[in-house]
């Protein structure tokens, strides 16, 4: 642990995980000097009273050449690339220049349970917390899913459960957790990364520095995780392979879920009882079920944590019936990935989907092949929208509609009483919303309205 008592620490972004590094450090008589690109007009007057209270230097609008000189330690928030000048000019002073994650794994004792992934993170993170919880230790979420981890380290806990993105790992240069966990890779932020390399890189950036008593949880269904090289020890899982006789680790076997550890197989429960819906949160649920075992919980205890998680808000979140028609918000899905997955959660039965949003460029063909077989009909919102309606109906999708708003998705969903309708968008919100939590809330009361209505007339 390093003595932050007047030593000089600038950070970069101020987020929530950079208000967090700047009041733990504060409590720790650092000398700060806190510097945000955003002009000064944009930031929340709670967060400008917290930054006064705390009584360090502050600037906004640009990261100025006082800002890198003064520092003997850089905090970066995980939005700022690691091409940018300020970033490039900081590295070349040759000190350390790391993330909120970094810094907490070097000051605290507290194990670190870190799950990282391209989809499905925030789920396994909170499904993780509560099994362990459920067991009675003291395991809170924190890190990407939006509690900063700096936040919870005064607190006495068993374990820190954290969701950690690529972002945070690029500036992550001795992370070792205790338990790391891979969920699976797919082509996502390559502008931030500058290509997929060093997108993989990056998130094999924990695994490198892991020592022999730690564990790595990596999903065998991935040709990209499974090869990954670490030396600590590996639990691996797997929805496709029962693995080896020889081999611990998390398995479905004849549509049960069963973990193997010290050689000692136990069935926790089956498939069908999740109460989570999809082929994608049978894979979440092994990646908890594998920490959970791991830590020495009961399997009745993960047997019930399992049967009383209901998930997360805008991942595949029932929202109500109108009418006969069921609604689910599923706004977290920003990326084709996550939309497809959501989309073959509904085996029995095809869906109205709706789908668009500020685009992000990346290949439609497997998104709209997709579509095709799971989807009655499609209705499009956003930017994305043309480009949308192009690709599908090059793939053979025929009923396609494109709409101004929300409210006019939801209606035209009704008006068509063809199926379920998903929110699960492929696109970022930022065209007509805050962000994905925004566009779900906002699909949600446009919904939980609706059944108002049906409800005064009956």
Not at 71 to 97: H, K, L, W
Not at 244 to 270: K, T
Not at 337 to 350: D, M, N
Request: aromatic share 8%; proline share 4%.
């Amino acid at each position: 642990m390093v003595r932050w008592k007047e030593r000089k620490v600038t950070i970069y972004g101020l987020g929530r995980s950079g208000l967090a590094a700047a009041e733990y450090l504060s409590r720790r008589h650092a000398d700060l000097y806190v510097s945000d690109s955003s002009p000064e007009k944009s930031v929340k007057e709670e967060t400008l009273t917290r930054l006064k209270q705390i009584g360090c230097r502050y600037e906004f609008g640009e990261h100025s050449l006082e800002a890198i000189r003064f520092a003997e330690t850089y905090i970066v928030s995980p939005g700022i690339p690691p091409y940018a000048d300020v970033i490039q000019m900081s590295r070349n002073t040759g000190r350390d220049v790391i993330s909120d994650i970094e810094l907490a794994s070097r000051e605290t004792e507290v194990p670190i349970i870190a799950i990282t992934g391209t989809n499905g993170k925030s789920t396994t993170t909170a499904l993780t917390s509560h099994l362990l919880e459920t067991s009675g230790f003291r395991a809170p979420v924190c890190g990407n899913i939006g509690v900063p981890i700096l936040s919870l380290l005064d607190d006495k806990l068993d374990y820190l459960v954290a969701e950690v993105s690529s972002f945070q790992l690029e500036y992550s240069p001795t992370f070792a957790p205790y338990i790391s966990v891979w969920l699976n890779l797919t082509p996502d932020h390559i502008d931030w990364h500058r290509g997929l390399d060093n997108y993989i890189e990056a998130k094999r950036q924990m695994f490198k520095h892991q020592h022999l008593k730690q564990f790595a949880v990596l999903n065998m269904d991935d040709s990209v995780v499974a090869a990954t090289a670490t030396i600590a020890e590996v639990f691996p899982f797997s929805q496709e392979s029962e693995l080896d006789e020889s081999v611990q680790g998390a398995y479905v076997s004849d549509g049960f879920i069963c973990a193997r550890r010290g050689l000692v197989d136990s069935v926790i429960l089956s498939v069908k009882e999740l109460p989570i819906k999809g082929k994608h949160n049978v894979e979440n649920a092994l990646a908890a079920i594998s920490v959970a075992t791991l830590v020495g919980c009961p399997v009745e205890k993960i047997v019930a944590g399992l049967k009383s998680f209901q998930g997360l808000e805008h991942r595949m979140e029932y929202v109500g019936t109108v009418d006969g028609i069921a609604f689910y918000n599923d706004s977290k899905a920003t990326n084709t990935v996550s939309a497809i997955k959501a989309l073959e959660s509904f085996p029995r039965e095809q869906v109205v989907l709706i789908a668009g949003g500020k685009d992000k460029g990346t290949s439609l063909s497997e998104f709209a092949q997709v579509v095709r077989k799971t989807a009655n009909a499609v209705i499009l919102i956003g930017e994305a929208s043309n480009r949308f309606e192009t690709e599908l109906r090059n793939w053979g999708v025929q009923n396609i509609y494109p709409v101004a708003t929300m409210d006019a998705a939801v209606k035209l969903g009704l008006q068509l009483n063809q199926g379920p309708v998903l929110l699960s968008p492929a696109c970022a919100s930022f065209d007509m919303f805050k962000d994905y939590e925004d566009r779900g809330r906002v699909f949600k009361d446009i919904v939980r309205a609706r059944l108002k209505e049906v409800a005064q007339k009956n």
